[in-house]
C-alpha cells in the first residue's frame, strides 16, 4: 500500500494547501492513506478542533503533533474526543491525549501511527524517545506490522539514531519540526523508510512559515518580537511510502507541490 506523510502544515494557508492538493496527490499517487503533522494549524501555533476538520475535508486520516500540541489552550480538552489525533507518545503520562494508534485504511489494512519528539535541543521534559519506541512497538506490531512512525526533533543526528534503532521494526521512521525537507530518504537494509525531515506546508517566501522581519529582528537584536504567519504562496512538501503486506518498505519518493 501507499501512503502520503506530509509534514508540518503551518497556518491559515497551509490548511488551504492540504485542502486544495491532497485529494490529487492520493489520486496521483494512489495512495490509500494520509498522514499529516499538525502542530502549526492554528496560526502557527498549535491545534483547535474546528482547524482539524477543515483538514479531514481535505482527507487526511491521521494528525500528528510536537513540541507545539498544547499552544492552544482549550486543545488539551478537546484531543480527548479526537482519537486521530495523537500527541508525541514520550511525553509524561499525565499530559492528556494518547501518542499512538491503530487506524483502517479503505482497504481494510491496519497501520499503525506513532508520535515521538525528540530531546536534543528541545523537548527536555519528555520521556526518552528509545524507550518508548521500545516499549510502544511490539504492542503495535501484535496488531499490524505496518507503522508509520513520525520522529518530531531538532537534530538530525538523534533521528537518523531512531531511524537506524527501529530499521527492520517499523515500516518507516519520518522527520518532522525543522519545516526544511532533507533529501536523504532511503530504505534501510531492515525495510525501514527513513528521511531526516519531510518539511513543511508553509510559504516559500518565509522563515519556516513565518514572515520575514520579526524573525530577522529577533535574530538581529535579541528582543521579542511577534511572530507572524505568511498564508500566501503555500509549498507542500511530503513524502510517498510505498509498504509491503509484511510492513517492509519498499519505496521512498519525496514530494513537493506549489499551490497555484
Ligand atoms: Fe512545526
Ligand atoms: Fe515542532
Known sequence: MKILFIGDIVGKGGREAVQALVPGLRREYACDFCIANAENIAGGNGLTRNCLQE???GRVDVFTTGDHVWDQKE????????????RPANYPVEQPGCGWGVFSAPSGEKVAVLSLIGRTFMAAGADCPFAAAERIVPEL???TPLIIVDFHGEATSEKIAMGRFLDGKVSAVLGTHTH????????FPGGTA????VG??????????????????????????????????????????????????VGIERVMRDLP
Open 55 to 57: 483538514l479531514l475535508e
Open 75 to 86: 486543545f488539551a480538552g478537546e484531543i480527548k474526543s479526537l482519537p486521530n489525533v495523537l
Open 141 to 143: 506490531r501484535k496488531e
Open 180 to 187: 526544511v525537507p532533507t533529501a536523504d530518504q532511503q530504505i
Open 194 to 197: 527513513f528521511q531526516c525531515d
Open 200 to 249: 513543511m506546508v508553509g510559504a516559500r517566501e518565509s522563515i519556516l512559515g513565518r514572515a520575514l522581519e520579526p524573525v530577522l529582528s529577533r535574530f538581529r537584536t535579541g528582543m521579542p518580537t511577534r511572530f507572524t504567519v505568511v498564508d500566501r504562496g503555500i509549498r507542500l512538501h511530503g513524502a510517498v511510502i510505498t509498504v509491503e503486506a509484511n510492513g517492509r518498505a
